[in-house]
């Protein structure tokens, strides 16, 4: 719990998570590919590990920002979710969605479990319910993915 209220953005930090994996195993051409095809055809990014980092928390950040746009109780709730926590239905709600997780998607559970995560899930799920989840380097899938993320 402490650990909880220590993070400034709970939600741009599962998404990063998320997007940090999506990202592995994806060549230099293939990030290009990603960039070009996300940001319909912009500018010409050098494709080193800085832009990878780059791209990365920019994509975390735009999804981030579009949940709260969306769907303004995210944007409450990340900041003081773990307050909320403590009403039995919440807590109840995010064990079924890391539950849910963890059977779809146990490589991401995993992510989200590491850093204690798991039970805030449940703020982001509904936008993940589009996602497939990944093979280690897929360019296409990442693109489809975080694509989808992007549109939420």
Known sequence: MKELLKRNDIVLDMINIYVNERLKGLSDRDIKNLIQTLSKGGSHFSTNQATTLALSLSI?????????????????????????????????????????????????????????????????????KYIRYPRFGDVEGAIYDLGKLLEN
């Open 60 to 128: 975390s950040r735009l999804i981030a920002w579009s949940f709260k746009i969306h769907n303004p109780l995210i944007g409450k709730t990340s900041t003081i979710s773990t307050l909320a926590l403590s009403a039995y239905g919440i807590v109840q709600e995010a064990a079924d969605a890391a539950n849910r997780l963890k059977n779809s998607a146990n490589f991401y559970y995993q992510l989200l479990y590491r850093q204690r995560l798991e039970m805030m899930y449940f703020l982001i799920e509904p936008a993940f």
